[in-house]
């Protein structure tokens, strides 16, 4: 497993260096310019003035010059400085992700907790009323976009109900309490939820489904096992390996999913950022959270190999 490890690692390598190229490219093909979007339009710049800032930024450099220039910082661990601000890039990052983190994290565990019980429930109770219900909250959640699902959620349970607040981590004016937060995070956390327990109600059915008239499971049941033990340590156990690979997946679309979530509940994550970068073609920032996007996606393909072969003794890497 360690050598297997490795070399996905080294394999790693080119593919993060062809990452940086494309994300380089593609931040500085946007239109506009970062120094004229630092400009208030009620307080005109001089050319001779952009010139200058464009030089102090690096700006009037080939593109070749830029690229060399930022992946040598990046591979010192600097992700350059923010264009608008002056701050590391690097510290904006470590600051708002962990909150990016507790949104995505709350999502996955609930999506999965339901997806799993849900999907094994539809699957036992086939063509049943309950099945077909189920069945129709599944295509549903699927069809439903995070961002519509949210302001649905925002109208219902902020607007009408007021049960939760419409935006923010915690309310402002007041010190943190996990009370608090959890209240600000329920609406957001469910909006990414529920689309992904749709997912993982589907597939975790059909894998129950294809094992639970197996052999060893047929064989559970006659040495006098009672049915949730039956279910919980022979069918699951099986069924859920197929359910693990579209969790590693998820990883990843939660985490595209978030950047929308956390700009309509204005949730003070790396996902917010990323949009307020765009708005003002701060290209430092742009490619620091699209590089680090993409070590989430090649970490997560990693766990999720590594937990397929725990979960399947069968299955070893090489």
């Known amino acids: ?8 690692i080294l394999i790693s390598l080119p593919i993060i260096l062809g990452i940086t190229i494309i994300v380089f490219l593609l931040a500085n093909m946007m239109p506009g310019d970062a120094v004229l979007a630092m400009i208030s339009s009620d307080t005109p710049m001089e050319a001779d003035l952009i010139k200058l800032r464009q030089g102090q930024l690096g700006l009037d450099l080939p593109l070749y010059v830029q690229y060399g220039r930022w992946l040598g910082n990046l591979v010192h661990g600097n992700l350059g400085f923010s264009f608008q601000t002056g701050e590391p890039v690097a510290r904006m990052i470590v600051t708002r992700i ?34 077909y219900g189920l069945t129709l909250f599944g295509f549903t959640g699927i069809s439903i ?6 302001m649905i959620l925002i109208f219902i349970f902020a607007l009408k109900l007021k049960w939760f607040p419409t935006s923010g981590m915690v309310t402002a004016g007041t010190d943190f309490s996990w009370g608090d937060n959890l209240r600000h995070l329920f609406l957001p ?3 990414l939820a529920l689309v992904r327990t749709s997912v993982f109600m589907r597939y975790t059915r059909a894998s129950v489904l294809e094992v639970i008239n197996d052999d060893y499971v047929r064989t559970a049941r006659a040495k006098g096992m009672t049915e949730f ?21 998820s990883l990843t679309v939660l985490f595209a ?3 929308i979530i956390e700009t309509i509940f204005q949730w003070p994550g790396i996902g917010l950022m990323f949009i307020s970068a765009i708005s003002l073609r701060d290209s430092p920032v742009i490619m620091g959270y699209v590089l680090v996007s993409a070590f989430v996606v090649l970490i997560a393909n990693l766990l999720t190999d590594v937990v397929y072969s725990w979960v ?4 070893r890497y090489e």
């Open 98 to 131: 962990p909150a990016t983190l507790e949104l995505m994290g709350i999502s996955l565990l609930i999506s999965i907790i339901l997806g799993v019980i849900l999907g094994t429930v539809s699957a036992l109770k086939q063509y049943s009323a309950l099945d």
């Open 229 to 249: 033990v039956v279910i919980a340590r022979h069918v699951l156990r099986n069924a859920l390996i197929p359910v693990i690979t579209v969790i590693g997946v």
């Open 1 to 8: 497993m360690t050598t297997y490890i490795l070399r996905r």
């Open 257 to 259: 999913g978030a950047v």
């Open 312 to 315: 399947d003794p069968r299955i």
């Open 145 to 150: 976009p995070d961002f519509f699902l949210g």
């Open 189 to 191: 956390g469910l909006a």
